[in-house]
Structures are given as C-alpha cells and as structure tokens.
C-alpha cells in the first residue's frame, strides 16, 4: 500500500481525491491587491490550496556564478511583498477558508513561515540538493512537496533516504524546469517511474499553456496537481503569460474529475456492462 501524506483535512495518495494546487508565486508583481484579488479568483476557480512564496531576494540567488542571478534578483525585489503585507495576505486568504503553504528559499524565512502556519513546506527543484535548508525544514516536522526538476532518480533516491531518516512526510511532484514548457517535452512517463521507485504520494507540476496536461497527469497517476494562476494572462513579467485563470482553472478541474471518475469505475461490477456479451465467450 502506497504511503498518504495529509495537508490539513486533505489525503493525498492514491484513490483519493486529486487537489489542485494553484501557486500565486510572485505573480502579483508586488501587488498586495492583485495577490489577494488572485486567491479570491482561485478559491472560487476550485482551488483546493494556495501556495506563495516566502523569501529574501537579496539571498535567494547567487549573483556571482549564476549570470542571469542579478537580473532576477532585481525583479524579485521589485516584486517581493513585504513581511506585513505578506501577513496580511495570509490572513486574507485564511479568510477565504484557504488552505495556504509556501516557498521558501533561505533559513530566515522558515521561521517566518511557521509564523504564519503554513500547513506544509514546497521545495522547489532549484533548492532540491541545497542541505542547509532542507536540514532546517525538516526539524519543523511539516509535510514537504517537492518538484523534482533538473535531477535524475539517484538524486531523488538521496533526498528519499535523507527524508526517510528523519521521518518526513512527502510528496514528490514530475516536474519539468521551464517557464513555460512545450507540451511535447512534459514527459509525464516520469510519473510511472517515481512511482515505481517511491513510496510516497506522486504528482505533477506543470509548466504548459493550457489545461491539457494535468488531466494526463492523473491519469499516469498524478495524486495532486500544482499549476500557476494569475487574474491576467496579459501580464508579461513573471508567469502570468502561461498561468490559469479562473475559468481556465473551472475546466481544469471538470477534466480531472472526469478522468478519477474513468479510472476507478465505481459502479462497473453493480452494473455488469459485459452482461449481455458474456454468454458469447467461448470455453474449451
């Protein structure tokens, strides 16, 4: 039996309903308005928890190897919320009875999101190898959702064992690192095989245009999905150009049901759909 990882009121594994994660992320570009406008939109698409992200831009990238680590420490700053605002913000959406983690990308901010009770940890792919901080999380005994991007399972396989050491709780999300990513590089066969190596809830985060994705996801046994959600598309800066939408999210979230409905079957042996062809099968 497959381990369940529990966020709250909510199971995650497999046979249980799959939740949508929707990542506001820094898409509000540093509006505390559009965040909170964003989770209002969220929740009311059918998001069942809402993830941001809680850092320090001055340490969140390293501007002396990484080239590009000046340039997006630049944005981050102009895009971060500050402590108050992002309290705020969490209240606010507490408000809306959402489910709410975060990010977190340095050790001053673990502190700060235990403040605000996050219900759980998400590691991005970036931060999957970065010890120190997964050293810390780990003491707070909160569930980790993990994107398993950029890596190989022999990296995986170390995390695991390093999780299971300390007794973590865990999801791991099949994750391509591109912003956005084409759809034929989605690779969602990776599911298949963090299945067969893990024994810990499996899901998807996915990068693509669209709502196509996730459903396939599920049905390669995905058991939670996390997509990014923006009020406006129009939006250049950050991810908004390849975000959900509320109504985008609507449909997302008809699809996957369907696609749990098709898998499990519920009613196939109360209502026999074989009955009628049965007495045509051939016995010798």
């Known amino acids: 039996m497959r381990k369940k990882v529990k966020l709250l009121d909510l199971l995650i594994g497999d046979f249980e309903y799959v939740p949508i994660i929707a990542e506001i992320g820094v898409n509000h570009l540093g509006s505390l308005e559009r965040a909170k406008n964003m989770c209002k939109l969220a929740v009311d698409g059918g998001a069942d928890l809402l993830k941001f992200q809680t850092y320090i831009a001055e340490k969140r990238y390293d501007t002396i190897n990484n080239p590009k680590g000046t340039e997006f420490t630049k944005n981050l700053k102009d895009w971060q919320l500050s402590k108050e605002e992002e309290i705020e913000l969490w209240q606010y959406a507490r408000s809306l009875n959402a489910r709410v983690f975060t990010s977190v990308y340095e050790l001053e901010s673990i502190d700060f999101a235990m403040k605000l009770e996050t219900c759980a940890f998400k590691i991005a792919a970036f ?10 999380i780990v003491k707070t005994k909160k569930p980790l959702i993990i994107s398993c991007g950029m890596t190989n399972l022999n990296e995986i396989r170390n995390l695991v064992d390093f999780l299971e050491k300390h007794n973590s709780e865990y999801i791991l999300l099949h994750t391509v690192s591109s912003y956005p990513l084409e759809k034929k590089h989605s690779n969602l066969k990776m599911i298949h095989s963090l299945r067969e190596n893990f024994n810990c809830p499996i899901g998807h985060s996915d990068h693509t245009h669209g709502t196509d994705i996730p ?4 049905a390669a046994g995905a058991s939670i999905i996390e997509k990014h959600f923006t009020d406006n598309i129009k939006h250049r800066l950050s991810d908004n150009f390849f975000s959900l939408t509320k109504e985008c999210l609507q449909i997302m979230r008809f699809n996957m049901d369907l696609v749990t409905k098709y898998l499990k079957s519920e009613d196939i042996e109360k209502d026999d759909p074989e009955k009628f062809m049965r007495n045509f099968k051939k016995i010798t």
């Open 127 to 136: 931060e999957m190898q970065n010890m120190n901080l997964l050293n810390e």
């Open 215 to 218: 459903p396939l996801a599920v």
